[in-house]
């Protein structure tokens, strides 16, 4: 009776068990390993049966499988590699060490529940588009690689705007596209990065771009390397508004032929510039900030470029304007600090600018930096509204053809003041000017004029205290008005000129009047009180009938001292 009872328990859990084969099981999560076919759009590919793109699945024997309505999490965990070529919505994706998984043109993998990727996906992009859609909490392992194609249109990007992309320590993204496709109120999203590894722009005829966009919350946070090499170039950009790279304890350096691009409404905070070869670290049209950096490497502003530097600077390298006539743009945000060794060098050309961000900032050179070249110090190319107060503690100095300007206005309250050293060289001129009338405070400064060459005081220009010196046939110059000057070297004014001079003048070198024709004047003209002492001279160089001194104001004086 026992046993009659156990076959009949046995028998009708065998028809139960047909029975729940005959019926399709609830929706669900399905992990779909991948077997080796080659081929991602293969059914007999795959653990599951069918191949995993959600909603879809296989008839056997009348059944769906894994059942009518399935999502999957992906394992590639085979040395044979997979290739995608359509586009696929699936969960989580895992790729693991010693695996690949290759998107051909035109394929797009959309992960709603992160990548998690530790062997190597390619992006590989001709003419239609390669593209990942990622979740937050995706990840490139400290093994992991994506590496894309020479086209730009090799994408990816955010499954919602603010997901996260986290590249670990020894993780890749490598090549040509554009990490966040953009923003333009579509549907495409803008992923956060993290970066511990490496970004690399390695593709000669394509760049790799990051978009960012603060306004839904994408930004970078750099503590490894972002890096361009080859030829390739690195450009990080913004959509509509201010985008930020925070890249404390991160480098960003551009090696061999390359170049990183910085452009316009974007903002690098911390961290370090290197370059090595020809690489450089520029601007666009419109450059971005770099604030509050380290550089040891070459930043270069091209022919109609600019970039923005913020805070402190710190310039170990070289800075390289070369304008070719269309601009040159070097600006300084309110406060800045230019500080290290390095040199800020200007082509031969008046179409260099240094200048503020906005009318009035106020911008520092510091001890041991050296500004030289040819071109403009405040304002640059769109008249006053760029102008700024100039402190000089370095070297700034004209030794170019083209030679070096600096504006000063009162108006604006944009003066130079100077505790350090102004200079012309290697025959060039180096200008003071004011349109309206400005000063140029020599506290405790130095500006001179090296042998060949001339630093010129132009009209409305009051250089105010500290010494001036020359060499050789190194010569100052009006029309501009010297106040309280410590004169080492040779004063000079020439046909039709008018040289002022205020205040107390220690004249221990030369103040020449020279040229004196028949019908035109050599002024030297006494503003206010005037003593003149030193143990200098005063000499013309022709008829002194053509010579005059006389006063800007009736009262003045002049004493002519010890």
Known sequence: ????????????????????????????????????????????????????????????????????????????????????????????????????????????????????????????????????????????????????SDSGQNYVSALNHGDTLTILAGGIIRGAGQLNLGYFGGNEHLLNFVNHGLIEATQPNNLLQIGLGAPVGSALSNDGILRASGSGTLRIHGFGDLATVTNTGGTITATDNAKVRVASSVTVTGGTLTTAGNGTIGGDPTGGLFKDIVSNGTMGIANGESIQLGGTFTNNGLIRLTSTGSGAILRMANNTTLNGTGTVSLSDNGSNYIEGVSGGAAFTIASGMTVQGSGTISPGPSGGTNMAKVTNQGLI??????????????????????????????????????????????????????????????????????????????????????????????????????????????????????????????????????????????????????????????????????
């Not at 035109?106 to 590989?124: K, P, Q």
């Open 397 to 562: 100095v004209a030794n170019l053809p083209a030679g070096l300007a600096m504006r000063v206005e009162n108006f604006s309250n944009t003066p130079l003041t100077n505790s350090g050293t102004l200079r012309a060289a290697n025959g060039s001129t180096f200008t003071i000017y004011s349109t309206n009338g400005g000063k140029a405070l020599n506290a405790g400064g130095t500006m001179e004029a090296l042998d060949l060459s001339t630093f010129r005081i132009s009209s409305n220009v009051t250089l105010e205290g500290g010494t001036i010196t020359t060499s050789g046939s190194g010569v100052f110059r009006g029309p501009g008005k010297f106040s309280n000057v410590t004169n080492n070297g040779t004063m000079a004014i020439s046909t039709n000129e008018i040289l002022f001079l205020a205040g107390n003048i220690t004249n221990n070198g030369a103040i020449k009047l020279e040229n004196a024709l028949n019908g035109s004047d050599v002024t030297l003209r006494i503003s206010g009180d005037v003593t003149i002492g030193g143990n200098g001279t005063i000499v013309t160089t022709s008829d002194p009938a053509f010579y005059k001194i006389d006063a800007d104001a009736f009262g003045s004086t002049l004493t002519l001292g010890p």
């Open 1 to 148: 009776m026992k046993t009659q009872v156990s076959q009949t328990k046995a028998v009708i859990l065998s028809l139960f068990m047909l029975a729940l084969l005959a019926v399709p099981a609830f929706a669900g999560t399905f992990t779909a390993n991948y077997l080796g076919g080659g081929v991602w759009e293969q059914d007999g590919g795959w653990s599951t049966t069918a191949y995993p793109n959600n909603g879809h699945f296989v008839i056997i024997n009348g059944n769906a499988v894994p059942d009518n309505n399935p999502s999957y999490n992906v394992a590639i965990d085979n040395p044979t590699p997979c290739a995608l070529g359509i586009g696929v919505n699936v969960q989580n994706v895992t790729v693991v060490v010693g695996s690949t998984l290759n998107l051909a043109n035109s394929a797009t993998m959309n992960a709603f529940t992160g990548l998690g990727l530790n062997g190597v996906i390619t992006l590989n992009s001709t003419n239609a588009g390669s593209q990942m859609r990622l979740a937050t909490g995706s990840v490139v392992g400290g093994t992991g690689k994506i590496l894309m």
